[in-house]
Every structure is written in structure tokens, then in C-alpha cells.
T-cell receptor, first 114, second 111 residues
């Protein structure tokens, strides 16, 4: 596609529920990143995929968070047993592999846990 | 804990002035440095990146890097009201693809 697409744009869920956030990267981009951004803060790294594999998942805060990218394109971030502290904007970015190529961000999914 | 520090602002400058945005980082292993602009409610967009000590210019923007002082800055010449946004400094370490972001500096350009 023309840009990084994230769905849904907004998600309200009840504490304890399971949610899935979807990211469709720019066509041909092999690198995909998930970040989350809380109000007044910069994006915080969660996980990086190169192709289908998670090359760096050091930013996932705990085992309630999991992400997949089974075919090397679309990625899904999964959050189990959501907590109010999970409320944030979840940003996905993609870049072409190699060097310091620019990472393009999607518009994000605003997750609110009530 | 690797840190990237920015003054949260707001930094207020008059239209046409030079805006100077600063960032310090804690990890001497950091190799690449990025400046992103983020308008309210929007996603970050890359303005510039810099790897080597010194200045790098792109239009009205100049990035400056001093690795010895662990300091990177962004200068915006001839500031316009449309430059009003939050500017995020980000750092990438050797061998990693992930970026560590600062919390951003809010810039207000007064017409």
C-alpha cells in the first residue's frame, strides 16, 4: 500500500479482555516495528521483525504481549488480560532492509482500557 | 537504562527566528541519531538523521552531532507557524534496529 496502515484506529476494551491490533506495512518493506506511545512521552520500542521472525523483542513489557508476522507482511500485536496501564497509542513502522533506511510510521491505534 | 533526554518545552520563538532543539543521550555506543516531527494527534515523521560528528544541512534544517559530549541538536531556520509541533530525538545503538526516543520538545512558532 501507499503507507503503513493500522487498524483499528481506536479500540476501547474492558480490563481483562484480549485485543489484537493489526499493522499492514508498506509493500516490500521487510522490517517492521511496534512502538507504543503514552501521552507526553516519546514512542517506546516493543518489538522488531525482520521478515517473519522477531529479531528483537526486548521491549515487550511482559508475557501478556505477543506479536506475529506469519507471512512477512501484515503483523498483529496481541495483548492478553488487558490492564488500564496498557492504554496508549500503539504505533507500527516499517522500513526497507539495510543500513539506516527511514522507518515510516502508521497513524497508530489508540487503545483505551476501561 | 539507556536514556535520551530532551527539554519538554514549550519552546516559543517568533516567526522567522531560528529554533534550537537539543538532545543528550547516555549510551556512548549510540551510532545513529534521528529527529522526528510529530503534530498533535499524528504519527512521527522523519526530518533528518545524522551519523557523523559535525553538521548536516537539509533545507531550513540543520542537525548537529557531538559524540564526545553525547549531544545532538536540530536548528530550524526561518521558523514558520507550520513548524509548531513536538520534535522527537531518537538514537539507534550499534547492532540494533530499534530506536530509543526522547520525550520530545514542543515548539511553538508565534506569527
Amino acid at each position: 500500500g501507499a503507507g503503513v496502515s493500522q487498524t483499528p484506529s481506536n479500540k476501547v476494551t474492558e480490563k481483562g479482555k484480549y485485543v489484537e491490533l493489526r499493522c499492514d506495512p508498506i509493500s516490500g518493506h521487510t522490517a517492521l516495528y511496534w512502538y507504543r506511545q503514552s501521552l507526553g512521552q516519546g514512542p517506546e520500542f516493543l518489538i522488531y521483525f525482520q521478515g517473519t521472525g522477531a529479531a528483537d523483542d526486548s521491549g515487550l513489557p511482559n508475557d501478556r504481549f505477543f506479536a506475529v508476522r506469519p507471512e512477512g507482511s501484515v503483523s498483529t500485536l496481541k495483548i492478553q488480560r488487558t490492564e488500564r496501564g496498557d492504554s496508549a497509542v500503539y504505533l507500527c513502522a516499517s522500513s526497507a532492509f539495510g543500513g539506516n533506511t527511514e522507518a515510516f510510521f502508521g497513524q497508530g491505534t489508540r487503545l483505551t482500557v476501561v | 537504562q539507556k536514556e535520551v533526554e530532551q527539554n519538554s518545552g514549550p519552546l516559543s520563538v517568533p516567526e522567522g527566528a531560528i529554533a534550537s532543539l537539543n538532545c543528550t543521550y547516555s549510551d556512548r555506543g549510540s551510532q545513529s541519531f534521528f529527529w522526528y516531527r510529530q503534530y498533535s494527534g499524528k504519527s512521527p515523521e522523519l526530518i533528518m538523521f545524522i551519523y557523523s560528528n559535525g553538521d548536516k544541512e537539509d533545507g531550513r534544517f540543520t542537525a548537529q552531532l557531538n559524540k564526545a559530549s553525547q549531544y545532538v541538536s536540530l536548528l530550524i531556520r526561518d521558523s514558520q507557524p507550520s513548524d509548531s509541533a513536538t520534535y522527537l530525538c531518537a538514537v539507534r545503538d550499534t547492532g540494533r534496529r530499534a530506536l530509543t526516543f526522547g520525550s520530545g520538545t514542543r515548539l511553538q512558532v508565534q506569527p
